[in-house]
C-alpha cells in the first residue's frame, strides 16, 4: 500500500503549497497576475490546506521548481536547447515529462472563442466547408466538442477529416490568422492568434476517445482502408498507460491476471506514482511485494524497454475491452450501469 505521504495531492493543491511556501509578500505578487476567480480558488485552497509531509512538501517544490526550470530554458533558447540543458539538470526520462507537461502551456492557443461554442452552431458552421478547414477548426476546439462534430457529419466525411487532423502539422501564424478572421465574423469574437502546431496524432486519439462506439468503427473501418498504419497509430494512443488510474478497481484486477509479472515490474519501474498506487492496491500483500522486489532489483532499464511492457498492458486491456471483460470510459455521457 502507498504511504500516507504518497496519497496523491491535487493540482490545486500543490498551488497552494507553494503560495504558503512562498511567504506574504511574494504570495501577493503572484495574485497580481491572476483573475478574479483563480484568485477565488487559489485562496480556498490555502484555507483548506492540511498538513502537508515534508517529503511531500519537498517534492512538490522539486516539480515547481523543474517546471519553471523548464519554461524559462524553452522560452530563452528554443526546444532543441532546452531539451539538452533538461537532460543534464534532470535526466533523460524527467526532462522529457517536463517538456510534456509545459508545451501546451508554451502555447497560446487561437479560436478561443470555438472552444466556448455550442458544438451544434459549429457544425452549422463547418458542414458545408472543404474538409480541410474543418479538420483545422476542430484541431483548436475541445476534444469532446470536436467529437461531437465529428459524430454527426456524413460517414465519408467523418474519415476525411480525421485523417487530415492527424496529419496537421505546423500551420503558420498568417494562415490561422486568415482563416480565424473568417470564422471571427461568423461568432462576433475578436481573439489573438499565436499557435503555429495543431492537430497530430495524439490529439486525434483524444478526440477518438469521446467518439461513441458506432462512430468510431465507421472511422477505423474507413482508415483501415486508407492509412491502416494512421489507424494503428491513433488506436495505441487511445487509452495510455497513465489512464489506468481511470479504470474502477474490479477492470485493474482483471486485466492484472492476464499481465506477465516480468512485464508488469518493468511497466511499474518507469510508471508515475498514481499507475502504481491504483495498480498496487489491487493486488494481494504478498503480490504486492513480490513485485516490489522485482522492480527493486531491475537495473539500466532502458526507456525503450519500459514503454513496451506498458504497451503490452495497453493492449491486454482493449482487447479485454473489446470482449466486453471491463469497461474504459468513453467520457461524460458514457454512463455505465452497475
Request: some cysteine; charged content about 30%; hydrophobic content about 40%.
Amino acid at each position: 500500500m502507498a504511504s500516507r505521504s504518497q496519497k496523491k495531492v491535487t493540482s490545486a493543491a500543490k498551488a497552494a503549497a507553494v503560495i504558503i511556501s512562498l511567504g506574504t509578500d511574494e504570495a501577493a505578487e503572484v495574485y497580481k497576475y491572476l483573475n478574479d476567480e483563480e484568485i477565488e480558488t487559489l485562496s480556498y485552497e490555502v484555507a483548506k490546506l492540511d498538513h502537508i509531509p515534508t517529503d511531500t512538501m519537498q517534492g512538490i517544490m522539486e516539480d515547481f521548481y523543474g517546471l519553471c526550470v523548464t519554461k524559462k530554458v524553452v522560452a530563452d533558447g528554443g526546444v532543441l536547447y532546452a531539451k539538452d540543458i533538461l537532460e543534464k539538470a534532470f535526466g533523460p526520462d524527467k526532462a522529457t515529462e517536463y517538456m510534456n507537461r509545459v508545451s501546451k502551456s508554451l502555447q497560446t492557443r487561437a479560436f478561443e472563442f470555438i472552444r466556448k461554442a455550442n458544438y451544434k452552431n459549429m457544425l452549422m458552421m463547418l458542414q458545408n466547408e472543404h474538409p480541410q478547414t474543418i479538420a483545422f477548426v476542430l484541431s483548436y476546439a475541445r476534444a469532446e466538442q470536436a467529437s461531437q462534430v465529428l459524430s454527426e457529419l456524413p460517414k465519408d466525411l467523418q474519415i476525411d477529416v480525421l485523417w487530415r487532423m492527424a496529419n496537421l502539422e505546423s500551420v503558420s501564424p498568417a494562415v490561422v490568422s486568415t482563416v480565424e478572421t473568417v470564422m471571427e465574423k461568423r461568432f462576433s469574437s475578436v481573439v489573438s492568434v499565436d499557435m503555429t502546431e495543431i492537430g497530430g496524432i495524439n490529439y486525434v486519439a483524444d478526440v477518438m476517445n469521446h467518439t461513441d462506439r458506432a462512430t468510431e468503427k465507421n472511422i477505423f473501418d474507413g482508415l483501415n482502408e486508407r492509412d491502416p498504419q494512421l489507424s494503428d497509430d491513433i488506436r495505441k494512443r487511445m487509452f495510455v498507460f497513465e489512464d489506468i488510474t481511470e479504470l474502477d478497481n474490479i477492470s485493474i484486477q482483471r486485466f492484472l491476471r492476464d499481465i506477465n509479472t516480468q512485464d508488469l515490474a518493468v511497466a511499474l519501474k518507469g510508471a508515475n506514482d498514481d499507475v502504481k498506487e491504483a495498480i498496487l492496491n489491487n493486488m494481494s500483500k504478498r503480490s504486492q511485494e513480490t513485485i516490489l522486489s522485482d522492480i527493486e532489483y531491475l537495473h539500466n532499464v532502458r526507456m525503450r524497454d519500459v514503454e513496451e511492457a506498458q504497451q503490452k498492458i495497453v493492449d491486454v486491456i482493449r482487447k479485454l475491452e473489446e470482449s466486453n471483460e471491463i469497461v474504459i470510459s468513453r467520457g461524460g455521457d458514457d454512463e455505465i450501469i452497475a
